[in-house]
């Protein structure tokens, strides 16, 4: 996960933050730790003022599931670029049946740090040009696009320092079906500069510091089952509290870094019984 440039305020939390979360990225994805029964600490209680999901997010899969995941990520995040088939496994699982939708969101890390510095400096272009294949192709050409860039893009690391090459946007636009020409007019007017800032913001009103952050939302409070699962799971893969935690109303699940998919999988089941 990689977290976005902050105010002096917020930069010791999130130095914390990023360090574990980059560290459960990389080891929990392919070393996770042998399930085990005893239970974490309670954590304090927390409420997350998660922006209301509406019509006009980007939704995949039934708008009234029973179980929602809220993504805020960053196209040139090398951390949501490991994720994104992680939620595709999720929609092909679960998606048919209705069982859960996938919401996504922008948090573009373009804001430069008190050094002048920018993590991803087209992220916010990138971001617009998701909106763009929205604008002229429509939600499912939206998707289309989503999955195309984030195979596409080699991302932001130290190798590809400059990540996606901006003219492939088009490109990807035309290979997935949308209008090419119209679709660099919309980019390159600009015109979801401020939709994307928006979104982003809500995301610091939700307390997303990095990216992805993953918010499961649910219709009814969780149960003893859930409940039980996250404090087990917080042992068992030595998840920091702050990393995966259920909000005081037990209906918003907190998700930061691109934890694994038998984690989130096991999460839902627990949820599904509705114990």
Same mark, same amino acid.
């Given at each position: ?13 999130? %130095?914390?933050? &990023? &360090? &574990? ?11 996770? @730790? ?42 040139? +995040?090398?951390? +949501? ?36 510095? %920018? ?12 909106? +763009? ?41 035309? @290979? ?9 007019? +919309? ?65 918003? %699940?907190?998700?930061?870094? &691109? ?9 839902? @089941? ?6």
């Amino acid at each position: 996960m990689e977290t976005k440039q902050t105010s002096p305020l917020t930069i010791p939390a999130a %130095i914390v933050i &990023a &360090a &574990a979360i980059v560290a459960i990225a990389i080891i929990y994805v392919k070393n996770p @730790a042998p399930v085990i029964t005893k239970t974490a600490p309670e954590a304090p209680g927390i409420t997350v003022n998660l922006a209301t999901i509406t019509n006009s997010d980007h939704t995949y899969g039934n708008p009234n599931a029973p179980v929602r995941i809220v993504e805020y990520s960053d196209p040139s +995040c090398p951390y +949501c670029k490991t994720f994104n088939p992680t939620m595709e496994s999720l929609i092909t699982k679960y998606g048919p049946s209705g069982e859960v939708a996938w919401v996504y969101r922008h948090f573009p890390l373009d804001k430069p740090d008190q050094n002048g510095n %920018i993590l991803h400096k087209n992220a916010n272009h990138e971001s617009q040009a998701l909106e +763009c294949a929205a604008s002229v192709g429509g939600n499912d050409l939206f998707w289309a696009y989503e999955k195309k860039l984030y195979e596409t893009t080699p991302s932001v690391t130290g190798q590809t320092p400059n990540g996606l090459d901006q003219t492939q946007l088009p490109i990807i636009a035309k @290979a997935v079906g949308i209008d090419a020409t119209k679709f660099t007019e +919309c980019l390159s007017s600009g015109k979801f500069k401020d939709a994307v800032e928006q979104q982003y913001l809500s995301g610091v009103n939700a307390g997303v510091s990095g990216t992805p952050t993953s918010f499961i939302v649910l219709n009814s409070p969780a149960g003893k089952a859930t409940t039980d699962f996250i404090d087990n799971a917080l042992v068992s893969y030595k998840i920091p509290q702050q990393l995966l935690f259920i909000d005081n109303n037990k209906k918003i %699940i907190s998700m930061s870094g &691109a934890l694994p998919l038998e984690l989130i999988t096991g999460l839902i @089941a627990a949820i599904q019984t509705g114990k």
